[in-house]
């Protein structure tokens, strides 16, 4: 048992008076953040030493709370072998929740530029960790985030689509706006000069409400080539019909996603079209 594993679970016992169960890998505890009466704090060491504690209760306690409960630094979580770098991994703000290294960060900011969330990317998405986090703006944490957008159970921020003032300024100048799945396909979109937009949490998290903003828009709908993104791009065509002047939903020539197709060198005129749901009309002004 790593020495900071076993030092996380003495102070859980501690604190809270519950002796932690489980493996020698996994344990479950009493969350010390909340009035925790069922145990619902997992807590588990990586292969890397590294400690990761998860609540599961109705609040879903934030990491930094439940640490903080502990009466521990956020370095607790780490090796004794990484206690020398952990000062440089949080000076570069490279710090995650599931205790891997942060390799991108997307900010979602509201009609006046103000950031009202952000979405973390791992460096380990895909290879046995789910890879993103979402954290919201705390003053009140050194950190100035916390990892998490609810509060006491409830969602705790206004949720919009990704890059939203450019996505306002596109449709005013009757440019087109693609759609995509995640933040990385925008932001390759947006590096070749198209305007681009997803929603936070990826396919099938499109909120009705979204389509207060797209009134009037061409929308161009980059969907996926699988299952899941088709069946997310029916539901985003479905709920911008009543709204956006034109919607085309296109594909990738070459690879599953936008990043993909451009990285191969295709084009943004290379996208394959395979539905037109509401095509553009050209208005007759004879």
Not at 46 to 60: A, N, S
Not at 232 to 253: D, K
Request: aromatic fraction near 6%; include cysteine; charge should be neutral.
């Amino acid at each position: 048992m790593s020495s900071a594993f076993a030092h996380v679970l003495e102070r859980l016992y501690e604190v809270t008076g519950y002796v932690p169960r489980g493996s020698a890998t996994e344990r479950s505890a009493r969350c010390p953040a909340h009035d925790d009466r069922q145990p619902s704090l997992s807590v588990g060491v990586k292969q890397d030493g590294v400690v990761v504690v998860k609540c599961h209760g109705g609040p879903q306690c934030p990491t930094e709370d439940i640490v903080t409960a502990l009466g521990l630094p956020m370095s607790a979580l780490w090796p004794a072998e990484l206690q020398g770098k952990t000062k440089r991994r949080d000076n570069a703000d490279r710090w995650m929740p599931c205790g891997h290294d942060k390799v991108a960060e997307y900010l979602y900011r509201d009609e006046h530029g103000v950031v009202l969330y952000g979405v973390a990317r791992c460096a380990l998405k895909g290879n046995g960790c789910q890879g993103f986090r979402q954290w919201r703006p705390d003053p009140t944490n050194r950190s100035g985030r916390r990892w998490s957008l609810r509060e006491d159970g409830e969602l705790a921020v206004r949720l919009v689509p990704y890059r939203l003032p450019e996505v306002l300024a596109a449709i005013a100048s009757e440019q087109v706006v693609m759609i995509c799945e995640g933040e990385k396909d925008v932001e390759t979109l947006s590096a070749h000069r198209a305007a681009a937009t997803c929603n936070p949490m990826g396919a099938g998290k499109w909120l009705p409400e979204f389509a207060q903003y797209f009134h009037g828009a061409d929308v161009s709908i980059v969907a996926d080539r699988d299952a899941a993104g088709r069946k997310h791009a029916e539901a985003v065509v479905a709920n911008l019909l009543p709204v956006a002047r034109s919607i085309y939903v296109v594909q990738a020539a070459h690879g599953k996603d936008a990043a993909d197709h451009l990285a191969a060198g295709a084009t943004l005129g290379d996208f394959i079209t395979v539905w037109e749901p509401k095509p553009y009309i050209l208005e007759n002004h004879g």
